[in-house]
């Protein structure tokens, strides 16, 4: 599943972030998995846009957060501090892009890691 979100801009939300859990709403093993990335850790695409990789496998792409075994369970992104309220351009969309087709991934995931 791809999570894409507008990064908010300067001065809207000082911290903005995605974070996995369980389905009984407890954080995924993030002391040995990355489960969760903040605004300032992703890496952006033109636009300002955060894609975030949810997948059990390593696709070789920036921004991949790890299911660690999990089928189910939740995907939760927050702002805190808001200076404004916040409108449905500013809310996520979600994709499901199969992982044997890699030309597809690259298409709209952010870059490769390095």
Partial sequence: MIVTV???????????GIQLGSMWYVSL????????LTADQAAHRPGRL???VISERDPGMA????????????VQIR???????????????AEVVP???PAERAAVLPGRRG
Avoid at 29 to 36: A, R
Avoid at 63 to 74: A, D, F, I, P, V
Avoid at 79 to 93: A, I, K, V
């Fill in 79 to 93: 702002w805190q501090r808001l200076t404004r309220d916040l409108g449905p351009e500013d809310g996520p969309r």
């Fill in 99 to 101: 992982f044997a087709r």
């Fill in 6 to 16: 507008p990064a908010a801009a300067a001065g809207v939300a000082p911290y903005q």
């Fill in 29 to 36: 093993d993030y002391i040995n998995h990355q489960t969760s």
């Fill in 50 to 52: 955060l894609r975030f």
């Fill in 63 to 74: 921004n991949w957060l790890e299911l660690t075994g999990h089928q189910r369970g939740y």
